[in-house]
Nanobody
Framework: QVQLVESGGDLVQPGGSLRLSCAASGIPFWLTTMGWYRQAPGKEREVVAH???????NYADFVKGRFTISRDNAKNTVYLQMNSLKPEDTAVYYCNIYPRAMAYWGKGTLVTVSS
């Protein structure tokens, strides 16, 4: 049974940092390209970053230089370090496989950037 559990979201001031985690189970994690996605209120879900099983990483232009994706295959966990946060980063953040996300989504974790 597939399970994705995101955590680490919080209310943070502009310019602040957060580290998100996503624990995955029920998939061959070490072989799977994992992505972080986000959905802001009233907007479509979008890809933030993705990382292959061999640690090749790619980022959306709007987070390049600010966010870092990483993974720990021993823990079946993917991380998203977010620095220099902006109000427009406010969204619910999800992890899923990439590029073709599963129909199943976890509950996500809410990041709110506000003063």
């Amino acid at each position: 049974q597939v399970q994705l559990v995101e955590s680490g979201g919080d209310l943070v001031q502009p310019g602040g940092s957060l580290r998100l985690s996503c624990a995955a189970s029920g998939i061959p994690f070490w072989l799977t390209t994992m992505g972080w996605y986000r959905q802001a209120p009233g907007k479509e879900r979008e890809v933030v970053a993705h990382i292959t099983g061999s640690d090749s990483r790619n980022y959306a232009d709007f987070v390049k230089g600010r966010f870092t994706i990483s993974r720990d295959n021993a823990k079946n966990t993917v991380y998203l370090q977010m620095n220099s946060l902006k109000p427009e980063d406010t969204a619910v953040y999800y992890c899923n496989i990439y590029p073709r996300a599963m129909a199943y989504w976890g509950k996500g974790t809410l990041v709110t950037v506000s003063s």
